[in-house]
């Protein structure tokens, strides 16, 4: 049995830098061939893929996302973290953690395991 916990700040002003870890339990983050993704959900939208870290240390990023993203992991703790830059009242969303099992060429899932969500609000 997987589980994941997203962990981090509630609140990020504008301009700053959303951080986010996911510390990970039942599995190791280097097992092969699992990804692990961060996509997040806002009011009224679908789920956004913001990125993933493979099992190989290896990184992918939405396009839309890229130039602001950062994702990655200590597996000495078992953890992978996001870093989302100049940071927008856009990006309020509730975050998520998910372990992929790669066959998605774009978002690397399908998602079997997902941490329970934390809400980050972007404002002043």
């Known amino acids: 049995q997987v589980q994941l916990q997203e962990s981090g700040p509630g609140l990020v002003k504008p301009s700053q830098t959303l951080s986010l870890t996911c510390t990970v339990s039942?599995?190791?983050?280097?097992?092969?061939?699992?990804?692990w993704s961060w996509i997040r959900q806002s009011p009224g939208k679908g789920l956004e893929w913001i990125g993933a870290?493979?099992?190989?240390?290896?990184?992918h990023y939405s396009p839309s996302l890229k130039s602001r993203t950062s994702i990655s992991r200590d597996t000495s703790k078992n953890q992978f973290s996001l870093q989302l830059a100049s940071v927008t009242p856009e990006d309020t969303a509730v975050y998520f953690c998910?372990?992929?099992?790669?066959?998605?060429?774009?978002?690397?899932?399908?998602?079997?395991?997902w941490g329970q969500g934390t809400q980050v609000t972007v404002s002043s």
């Open positions: 039942g599995g190791s983050i280097t097992t092969s061939y699992y990804t």
């Open positions: 870290i493979v099992y190989d240390g290896s990184t």
């Open positions: 998910a372990r992929g099992i790669g066959t998605f060429r774009y978002t690397l899932g399908p998602y079997d395991y």
